[in-house]
C-alpha cells in the first residue's frame, strides 16, 4: 500500500463537477407498487393446486429422539406429503462450520429444532396433522449460558465437530476462534497512568421485519428442475447452498426473489427452501410456508447474546493498550457466531487509535436456537461495551467524553486491528459537527435543571464503524431498448432498503437520463448476473460499482453509434435528456433512434457489462490467527451520534428527548434513501437500547416469544431523528460512495447508557437499559459523579 494513499481520497467529481440524479432526494422507483399493495411479497406467491405446509419442531431445548412415528400424519386426511431426515441427503453443512443438519436423526440441540415437515391441501389441515406426529424423548444436559459452555467439563453440543479457528479451550463447546495481537499491551499496562477493566452483557435480540420468512417451491416432475419463490437477501446464495443440501447441480435451481419486507441479515442463508422443495417433489405440488411470529421467535435465527469483558490502559489523556474478549453465545450451530467473534475480536479497538492490542473473540455452543446475521453483527453488540468503556475511561482520565474522544479517534493513516492503515477516515469531522449542532459544550456548562427534582437530563456520545463485506462480487447488465428506455439487471436485491433505487440512479446519471427511464430487473438467477447479496452494507457499495461500469459501458456503445448518426467524433458528442448532443451546439439526436440504428446496422444491439470484485486491504499475517473470514476492513463508514435522554430516577425510567446522527458516509447518492437508513438503523438501535430481548427460563424455554412481551420501539418511544450527512471522505464505491445499511444501528445503546451516566452517574454495563435493569444498578453503585 503506497503512503498516498494514507490521505483521504479524493474523487475526480470532488470539486465542481454537478451532477443530474446523483445527490437528488428521490422517491423509491417501486415505492408507487408497496403503497398500492400490488408488490408481490414471499407471503402473496399462491398458485391453484398449491399445498401449504408446516414444520413439526422440538419441543426440547436438548433431548434425545427415542422415537419418531409419522404415520398417522401421513394418512390424515389432506395430508399430500411427509418428510423426515432420511428424505434428504446425509450431508452436514454450515459457513464456518460443519455442523448443521436439515433434520436430525436422533437428537435434538434446541427448543423448536425442525424435526420433519409435512404439507397438506389446507393450513388447517396441516396444523391438525402436527399434533398426529408421535415422537419420544429422553432428555440430555443443557447447556443454556455462556458460563456453563466455557466450563472446562462442558457437555458437547457437537461432538467430533472441528471449530472454527483451533481455540486453544478445554471446552469442547467453543466454536470458534479469532484473536488479534500487535505492539507489546505488557509494557503500555506496566507504565500507563491508569488501568481500567470492565464487563458488559447484551442480550439475544429479533430481527424484528414485518414479513416473516415466507417461501414457495415447485418440482417438476419431469425435469426435476426446482423453481422457488422467496423472500431472500441474496437468491444466489440461497440456490447455491440448496444445490449443496439437496446434492444437485445449481443449474437445476431457479430462485425467484420476492419483495421482501425486511431482512436485516436473517433473509442471507436458506431456511424453509429444503423443506418446500423436498414436500413438493414428495407431493408433485407446489408448497408454501410461511411462519408464524411465534416460529420466528423461538426458532429462527436472532442476534446472539454477547458478553464483553474489556480493559484498557491510558497514559497522558491516550488509550495506549487494549485487551479484550467478546464471547458469542451462538446457539445451537457455529457458523454465523464464528463471523461475529471474528468480527468482535476487531470492534474491541473501536474507531480508536490503540497501539497496543490484545482481543479475543470466542463463539460458544448453547442449547439455544442458533444465531444468525443481524444488522453489524459483531460490531453492535462489542461496541457497547467499547463506547461504554471509552466514557469511563474519560471520567477516569477526568476529560470530557467528546474531548477524550477528539484525542483518540482514528485518522487517515491511523493501523487499523490488523495492521492495515486507515483511509477517508471521517469520524473526527462528524464528530466535531455533531457536537457543534447540538451544543454539547454549552450543554454541559450550564447543564438543565429539570423541574422535578428526580428527574434529570443527560448527553451521551457514541462513535462507531463499519466495513462493506466488500469480498463478494457483483455484476450487472445495462440494456436500452428501442424507445430509449433503459433496463437495469441486477442480482441486487432490496430488501425494504431502498438501496436499488440507488442503483438506479447511478445508471440515470451515466446515460444521462431520469430515474423514471430505468427499469430494473432483479431476483431471477437464471436472468440475473451474479450478485453476493443484500448483506454487509455492500449494495450501493458492490453492487452500485458493478451498475457504474455496466452504465459507462453502455455509454460507450451509444456514443459509437451517436458518432456515426451525428457524423461527429465521439469526444465531441454529450449524452443527456434521453439524447445525444454535439457539444455546444442545438444539434441532438434521441437514444431510441440510436438503438435502432445499432439493432439494424451499427454495433448490434445495446448491452453494457460492468462487474465488481475486490479482495480485502491489505493488512499484516502476523497480527490475527484463527478464524478470519473478515481480515481487515473494507472502506469503513464512520459514524458520530448523540443521545439526550432524561432519567427518572424513581421509576428507572429512560425517555430519548433528543437524537443526533452524524454519518461520515463518503458520497451520498440520494439523502432521501441515506436518511431512511439512518433513522432506521437508529430506531433499531433505540429497541436494542432500552426495550428488547429474547428471554429463556431456566430450562430453555422461550418466555416471550411474541410481540407483546417482546417490546420492539414503538413511536411513543422515539424521537425525531436528526440525520446529519457527512460527505467528503470519500470510499471505493460509486462517486465515492462507502456503505451505509448497518452502521447506524451501532452507536444508540451506548450513546444513550452513556447519557443516562452523563444524567445520573449510574452505569448500566447489560443491556436492555429497562427500568428494572436501571434501578438495579442505581442500588449497586453509588454514583460516579461525573
Ligand atoms: Mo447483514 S447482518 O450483513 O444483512
Not at 417501486?30 to 408446516?54: C, E, R
Not at 411427509?82 to 436422533?106: C, H, M, N, Q, R
Not at 459452555?149 to 457437537?158: F, G, N, V
Amino acid at each position: 500500500m503506497s503512503i498516498t494513499e494514507t490521505e483521504t481520497r479524493t474523487t475526480e467529481q470532488e470539486s465542481e463537477e454537478k451532477f443530474g440524479v446523483v445527490g437528488a432526494r428521490l422517491a423509491r422507483y417501486d415505492g408507487d407498487l408497496k403503497v398500492s399493495g400490488s408488490a408481490v411479497f414471499g407471503t402473496d406467491i399462491t398458485f391453484p393446486n398449491m399445498l401449504y405446509g408446516k414444520i413439526f419442531r422440538s419441543s426440547r431445548p436438548h433431548a434425545r429422539i427415542v422415537k419418531l412415528d409419522v404415520s398417522r400424519a401421513e394418512n390424515f386426511p389432506g395430508v399430500r406429503a411427509v418428510v423426515t431426515a432420511s428424505d434428504f441427503p446425509e450431508i452436514v453443512y454450515g459457513f464456518a462450520i460443519k455442523d448443521e443438519l436439515i433434520l436430525p436423526k436422533d437428537r435434538v440441540i434446541f427448543y423448536g429444532q425442525p424435526i420433519c415437515a409435512i404439507a397438506a391441501d389446507t393450513l388447517e389441515i396441516a396444523e391438525k396433522a402436527l399434533a398426529e406426529i408421535e415422537v419420544e424423548y429422553e432428555p440430555l444436559p443443557n447447556v443454556l449460558t455462556v458460563e456453563d459452555a466455557l466450563k472446562d467439563d462442558s457437555p458437547p453440543l457437537h461432538p467430533g465437530v472441528v471449530p472454527a479457528g483451533s481455540p486453544p479451550y478445554r471446552s469442547k463447546n467453543v466454536a470458534s476462534y479469532t484473536k488479534v495481537r500487535r505492539g507489546n499491551i505488557e509494557k503500555a499496562f506496566r507504565t500507563a497512568d491508569f488501568v481500567l477493566e470492565e464487563r458488559y452483557e447484551t442480550p439475544q435480540t429479533h430481527q424484528g421485519y414485518l414479513e416473516p420468512r415466507a417461501t414457495t417451491a415447485e418440482v417438476d416432475q419431469k425435469t426435476g428442475r426446482v423453481r422457488v419463490w422467496t423472500a431472500t437477501q441474496s437468491p444466489f446464495l440461497v440456490r447455491n447452498t440448496l444445490a449443496e443440501l439437496l446434492a444437485i447441480p445449481v443449474s437445476q435451481i431457479q430462485i425467484m426473489s420476492t419483495h421482501t419486507g425486511g431482512a436485516f441479515g436473517a433473509k442471507i442463508l436458506c431456511h424453509l427452501e429444503p423443506f418446500c422443495v423436498m414436500l413438493s417433489k414428495k407431493s408433485g405440488r407446489p408448497v408454501r410456508m410461511v411462519l408464524t411470529r411465534a416460529e420466528e421467535f423461538i426458532a429462527a435465527t436472532p442476534r446472539p447474546a454477547v458478553h464483553v469483558w474489556i480493559k484498557s490502559a491510558v497514559k497522558d489523556g491516550k488509550i495506549v493498550a487494549r485487551q479484550g474478549r467478546s464471547v458469542v453465545d451462538c446457539g445451537a450451530y457455529g457458523s454465523d457466531g464464528a463471523v461475529y467473534a471474528n468480527i468482535a475480536a476487531f470492534t474491541l479497538q473501536g474507531p480508536y487509535d490503540i497501539p497496543n492490542m490484545e482481543t479475543e473473540g470466542i463463539a460458544v455452543y448453547t442449547n439455544k436456537q442458533p444465531a444468525g446475521a443481524y444488522r453489524a453483527p459483531g460490531t453492535m453488540e462489542t461496541a457497547f461495551g467499547v463506547e461504554s468503556h471509552t466514557d469511563m475511561l474519560a471520567v477516569k482520565a477526568g476529560i470530557s467524553p467528546l474531548d477524550f474522544r477528539l484525542n483518540n479517534l482514528m485518522e487517515d493513516g491511523t493501523v487499523g486491528p490488523t495492521g492495515q492503515i486507515m483511509v477517508s477516515v471521517g469520524v473526527k469531522d462528524a464528530l466535531r459537527k455533531a457536537a457543534e449542532k447540538i451544543g454539547y459544550r454549552e450543554f454541559r456548562s450550564r447543564r438543565r435543571q429539570a423541574k422535578d427534582s428526580h428527574l434529570s437530563r443527560g448527553l451521551g456520545i457514541a462513535c462507531g464503524l463499519i466495513p462493506t463485506v466488500g469480498i463478494h462480487a457483483s455484476g450487472a447488465y445495462i440494456k436500452l431498448n428501442e424507445d430509449g428506455k433503459i433496463i437495469l439487471i441486477s442480482g441486487a436485491s432490496d430488501t425494504g432498503t431502498g438501496a436499488v433505487t440507488g442503483l438506479a440512479m447511478i445508471a440515470a446519471e451515466e446515460l444521462g437520463v431520469g430515474l423514471k427511464d430505468v427499469m430494473v430487473q432483479s431476483g431471477d438467477t437464471d436472468v440475473v448476473p451474479w450478485d453476493g447479496g443484500a448483506q454487509g452494507s455492500r449494495t450501493t457499495y458492490g453492487a452500485g460499482n458493478a451498475v457504474l461500469m455496466a452504465a459507462r459501458d453502455a455509454r460507450n456503445q451509444l456514443l459509437t453509434v451517436a458518432s456515426i448518426v451525428l457524423k461527429t467524433d465521439r469526444s465531441k458528442i454529450e449524452l443527456r435528456d434521453g439524447r445525444a448532443w454535439i457539444a455546444g451546439t442545438n444539434e441532438s439526436t434521441p437514444f431510441s433512434g440510436l438503438v435502432g440504428r445499432a439493432q439494424y446496422n451499427a454495433g448490434g444491439p445495446i448491452l453494457g457489462r460492468g462487474y465488481f470484485a475486490k479482495d480485502f486491504p491489505e493488512y499484516n499475517k502476523d497480527f490475527v490467527e484463527g478464524y478470519t473470514f473478515v481480515p481487515s476492513l473494507h472502506d469503513p463508514t464512520f459514524v458520530a451520534h448523540i443521545a439526550e435522554v432524561e432519567v427518572n430516577s424513581l421509576t428507572g425510567e429512560t425517555r430519548l428527548t433528543r437524537y443526533l446522527a452524524a454519518v461520515d458516509l463518503g458520497r451520498c447518492i440520494n439523502p432521501l434513501g441515506a436518511e431512511g437508513q439512518i433513522q432506521g438503523g437508529v430506531t433499531q438501535g433505540i429497541g436494542y437500547a432500552l426495550t428488547e430481548e429474547m428471554l429463556h427460563d431456566e430450562n430453555g424455554f422461550p418466555t416471550n416469544p411474541n410481540f407483546t412481551d417482546y417490546k420492539l420501539p414503538t413511536i411513543m418511544g422515539v424521537p425525531l431523528i436528526e440525520p446529519l450527512i457527512v460527505e467528503g471522505h470519500y470510499g471505493n464505491g460509486p462517486y465515492g460512495a462507502k456503505g451505509i445499511g448497518e452502521v447506524n444501528i451501532v452507536p444508540p445503546a451506548p450513546a444513550i447508557a452513556n447519557a443516562v451516566f452523563d444524567a445520573t452517574g449510574v452505569r448500566v454495563r447489560k443491556l436492555p437499559l429497562k427500568p428494572e435493569n436501571v434501578l438495579e444498578a442505581m442500588d449497586e453503585s453509588a454514583p460516579i459523579v461525573p
